[in-house]
């Protein structure tokens, strides 16, 4: 059997694309929120950029438990055993399915709102930085209702289960912790690093303070390509291996780790040159944007020096391990 009959490469592009625009969606929105926070003022901009920090920590750790879920997921639909696939996330299970238009369209409605949210609560209310984060809930429990909604229609190869939803499955829950505490884990303390980062910058003055919440929302928007091959991997891998088909698991590996470095290379090139139109949209005094474009330039030399150290060590384990073969015999069902 040829390997691209599993996933042909219109089946592929069907899932990064969606997967694609709904980051792109997301990582807009958020650059949307300072941008429109910016307006009133850089003081709410450094509240805002501190907070979403410590937001930043609990998503991590609610996606790799969607990870987990959804590697579970993808094995169980790779074993034509749909109906152990239940007991995840909404967006995990949809994405797992490989119908990730679904949630890419539920997060173009759930970002509409919070936008025309934003820009309702800031300039019309007045209501500074409270008329941002109302909209934001409110978007979120939008979205969280309409995929849970989605993921009760019984059409679906997967769907939820009212019994299901207070049942306590100790085995499947150890599966997916399997998965979900190393990726919690490993993201979380990257992420309170960066929480620790914040709370020294915070020392200084108000303008560094809201500078670097920009820049940091532009260098969120820099790993769009690789953030959004993500769920796309797990899916293609995590299907392959629920059939037992390791040679095709191999072959996808090295095909989306090709795109994906192919992807990040065009994406942060086009981000580079397009950061001085962001900044003339932005509401700030001119040494916060003169700041945040040293900020930026530092952050393309230095952190991309330091990724690279750090990532060169990872790459080698990588490397290593997926050439030994032993992460094919890796299984969590």
Same mark, same amino acid.
């Given at each position: ?82 109906? %152990? ?67 009760? =229609?019984?059409?679906?190869?997967? %769907? ?6 207070? %049942? ?39 303008? =560094? ?34 059939? %037992? ?76 391990? =997926? ?11």
């Amino acid at each position: 059997m040829k390997k691209d009959n599993l996933f042909t490469n219109e089946d592929l592009k069907k899932m990064i694309v969606p997967l694609f625009l709904e980051q792109l969606l997301v990582m807009l929105v958020g650059i949307a929120d300072t941008l429109v926070v910016s307006y009133a003022g850089e003081a709410a901009v450094s509240g805002v950029s501190l907070v979403n920090q410590f937001n930043t920590i609990f998503i991590y750790l609610f996606t790799a438990l969607a990870s987990g879920g959804a590697v579970v997921i993808s094995q169980y639909i790779g074993k034509k055993e749909t109906d %152990h696939a239940v007991y995840n996330s909404g967006a995990a299970v949809y994405r797992s399915l490989g119908k990730t238009s679904a949630t890419m369209y539920i997060s173009f409605i759930s970002n509409a709102i919070n936008v025309i949210g934003n820009m309702v609560g800031v300039f019309a209310l007045k209501a500074g930085v409270a008329g941002v984060a109302w909209p934001s809930l409110i978007a979120r429990i939008v979205s969280a209702v309409m995929i849970t909604y989605l993921c009760f =229609q019984r059409k679906n190869e997967v %769907h939820y289960r009212r019994k299901w939803i207070f %049942h306590w499955n100790r085995g499947l829950l150890k599966c997916i912790l399997k998965v979900a505490v190393p990726n919690g884990v490993e993201n979380g303390i990257f992420q309170l690093v960066k929480v620790a980062l914040s709370s020294i910058v915070a020392l200084f003055g108000t303008y =560094q303070i809201a500078a670097n919440g920009v820049a940091q929302s532009i260098w969120s928007l820099a790993a769009l390509a690789g953030l959004s091959m993500g769920p796309v991997f797990i899916t293609v891998i995590g299907q392959c291996m629920g059939s %037992h088909d390791t040679e095709s698991a191999d072959y996808y590996f090295n095909k989306l780790t090709k795109i994906t470095l192919i992807s990040s290379t065009i994406w942060n090139i086009l981000i580079f040159l397009l950061l001085p139109l962001f900044l003339k949209f932005y509401s700030l005094e001119e040494e916060t944007k003169e700041l945040v474009v040293w900020l930026v330039l530092i952050h393309n030399i230095f952190n991309a020096i330091a990724m690279v150290c750090d990532w060169v060590i990872r790459a080698i384990i990588f490397i290593w391990r =997926q050439k030994s073969g032993k992460w094919k015999a890796f299984e969590v069902i």
